[in-house]
């Protein structure tokens, strides 16, 4: 109910709304423009949907074997790639597809068990940006 209160006051009043929330569902439901602090300083400032935008050629990979290997391989191949808690987010270059990513498998000796679109969330960008900015802390 608060929530629903929240989404409508700026047209019911015209006025804008601060909200401070760790809780990225109620964020990317309610509000169009957002801004991520980390330790008080400004890491994004911009629309939640451009947020949201920017891995649409992304996928998730779990592999059993040498992953710092794949990802240096697929680093070298002109991907980019981030280590998130075991699994690598790849995003392919343009003009590549997903069986580069099985090919540099195969030479690195690792076994792909999981290959899946990542599906993009305001939580999900949020913890990509901020992994990014990790070593600017």
Same mark, same amino acid.
């Given at each position: 109910?608060?929530?629903?209160?929240?989404?409508?006051?700026?047209?019911? %009043?015209?006025?804008?709304?601060?909200?401070?929330? /760790?809780?990225?569902?109620? @964020? &990317? !439901?309610?509000? *169009?423009?957002?801004? =991520?602090?980390?330790?008080?300083?400004?890491?994004?400032?911009?629309?939640?949907?451009?947020?949201?935008?920017?891995?649409?050629?992304?996928?998730?990979?779990?592999?059993?074997?040498? %992953?710092?290997?794949?990802?240096?391989?697929?680093? /070298?191949?002109?991907?980019? @790639? &981030? !280590?998130?808690? *075991?699994?690598?987010? =790849?995003?392919?270059?343009?003009?590549?597809?997903?069986?580069?990513?099985?090919?540099?498998?195969?030479?690195?000796?690792?076994?792909?068990?999981?290959?899946?679109?990542?599906?993009?969330?305001?939580?999900?960008?949020?913890?990509?940006?901020?992994?990014?900015?990790?070593?600017?802390?």
């Amino acid at each position: 109910e608060m929530l629903g209160l929240i989404k409508r006051l700026p047209e019911r %009043r015209g006025c804008s709304i601060i909200l401070s929330s /760790r809780l990225m569902r109620d @964020v &990317e !439901d309610i509000c *169009g423009y957002t801004i =991520v602090l980390k330790r008080g300083e400004v890491r994004y400032s911009g629309s939640v949907d451009d947020m949201e935008e920017g891995q649409e050629n992304a996928y998730e990979v779990r592999v059993k074997g040498h %992953r710092e290997e794949l990802a240096r391989r697929l680093t /070298r191949a002109g991907c980019s @790639v &981030e !280590d998130q808690d *075991g699994r690598l987010v =790849v995003s392919l270059g343009e003009g590549q597809d997903p069986d580069l990513i099985f090919k540099q498998a195969a030479e690195a000796d690792v076994q792909v068990r999981h290959l899946a679109p990542v599906q993009q969330s305001l939580e999900r960008a949020v913890m990509r940006l901020l992994s990014k900015t990790e070593g600017a802390s």
